[in-house]
C-alpha cells in the first residue's frame, strides 16, 4: 500500500516519537503517538510496512532507513488520509488493499503473491468485498476506487 500523493513524512525517532521532516502539514492534527506505536509493532525487522488505522482515517507506511557509514537506523513514515470511499465502508484493512490491488487490475494470483495469501484466501475476500459494497464486478470495484462512482450507503 503506497500512501497518496498527499502524505506528509516524519521520521519516527529512537524515542517513539514522530517527527515532521516538512513544513506544515495537511493533515491537521492526528494522534502522532496512536500511529508511532503501530509502525514499531508492525515494522519489526521488516524494511517496509503499510496499514490502514480506519478510526483515525490514516493510510501509513513505514521503511526503515539506514544512513550510510554511521550504522543508525530511522525510520521514515508516510501518513495520509484516507481517500472517501474507504472510509465509508466496513472492509477491513486487508480487504481494503486486496480491493485496491483488484481495482488496478491485478490478477487473484498476483495478488496473493504480493500479500503472501492463497489464491482462495484472495477469492473469498473478494465476494466480501462485493457483498459489502453492493457491487458485482471489477469494474465497478474500479470505478469505485477511482472515484467514478458514488457508494451507496444504508
Same mark, same amino acid.
Given at each position: #500500500?503506497?500512501?497518496? *500523493?498527499?502524505?506528509?513524512?516524519?521520521?519516527?525517532?529512537? *524515542?517513539?516519537?514522530?517527527?515532521?521532516?516538512?513544513? $506544515?502539514?495537511?493533515?491537521?492534527?492526528?494522534?502522532?503517538?496512536?500511529?508511532?506505536?503501530?509502525?514499531?509493532? %508492525?515494522?519489526?525487522?521488516?524494511?517496509?510496512?503499510?496499514?490502514?488505522?480506519?478510526?483515525?482515517?490514516?493510510? &501509513?507506511?513505514?521503511?526503515? #532507513?539506514?544512513?550510510?557509514?554511521?550504522? #543508525? *537506523?530511522?525510520?521514515?513514515?508516510?501518513? @495520509?488520509? &484516507?481517500? $472517501?470511499?474507504?472510509?465509508?465502508?466496513?472492509?477491513?484493512?486487508?480487504?481494503?488493499?486486496?480491493?485496491? +490491488?483488484? @481495482?488496478?487490475?491485478?490478477?487473484?494470483?498476483?495478488?496473493? &503473491? %504480493?500479500?503472501?495469501?492463497?489464491? +482462495?484466501?484472495?477469492?473469498? +475476500?473478494?465476494?466480501?468485498?462485493?457483498?459489502?459494497?453492493?457491487?458485482?464486478?471489477?469494474?465497478?470495484? @474500479?470505478?469505485?476506487?477511482?472515484?467514478?462512482?458514488?457508494?451507496?450507503?444504508?
Amino acid at each position: #500500500m503506497l500512501p497518496s *500523493d498527499e502524505a506528509s513524512l516524519f521520521l519516527l525517532t529512537p *524515542d517513539g516519537e514522530l517527527t515532521s521532516t516538512s513544513r $506544515g502539514d495537511a493533515l491537521g492534527p492526528f494522534d502522532t503517538r496512536t500511529v508511532a506505536r503501530r509502525v514499531r509493532s %508492525e515494522l519489526g525487522t521488516r524494511p517496509r510496512c503499510g496499514f490502514t488505522l480506519t478510526h483515525l482515517g490514516l493510510q &501509513v507506511t513505514a521503511w526503515h #532507513m539506514v544512513a550510510q557509514g554511521k550504522g #543508525m *537506523d530511522s525510520v521514515l513514515v508516510a501518513v @495520509a488520509r &484516507v481517500p $472517501g470511499w474507504q472510509r465509508e465502508t466496513d472492509l477491513t484493512s486487508r480487504q481494503l488493499e486486496i480491493a485496491q +490491488h483488484a @481495482a488496478l487490475g491485478a490478477t487473484v494470483g498476483e495478488i496473493g &503473491v %504480493e500479500l503472501r495469501i492463497s489464491p +482462495h484466501t484472495v477469492r473469498t +475476500h473478494l465476494r466480501d468485498i462485493y457483498r459489502r459494497l453492493g457491487i458485482s464486478s471489477r469494474v465497478e470495484l @474500479a470505478n469505485l476506487v477511482h472515484g467514478q462512482a458514488a457508494l451507496a450507503i444504508g
